[in-house]
């Protein structure tokens, strides 16, 4: 399931981890912030992306 904001799974999701995004792209956490995460997607590049579209590294972005 995706990072809800304030769910257990959202607070435990830590820069360094890696996760991938509801559009299928990969990456690791670099920032949490309140709303998003900045995920690093290739070396020095960057996103920001909203909690609710991250998923831990291994689930299915698609399930439901």
């Known amino acids: 399931s ?3 904001v304030g769910s257990e799974m959202c607070k435990e ?4 981890d890696a ?8 990456g690791e956490i670099r920032k949490v912030r ?3 995460f ?3 997607i290739a070396h ?3 996103i ?5 579209s991250v998923y831990p590294l291994g689930t299915d ?4």
């Open 2 to 4: 995706a990072c809800l």
């Open 13 to 16: 999701t830590a820069v360094g």
């Open 19 to 26: 996760v991938i995004t509801a559009g299928g792209v990969h």
């Open 34 to 36: 309140e709303q998003t």
């Open 38 to 40: 900045e995920v690093e």
């Open 44 to 46: 020095d590049v960057c």
């Open 48 to 52: 920001e992306i909203a909690k609710s």
């Open 61 to 64: 972005p698609n399930a439901r």
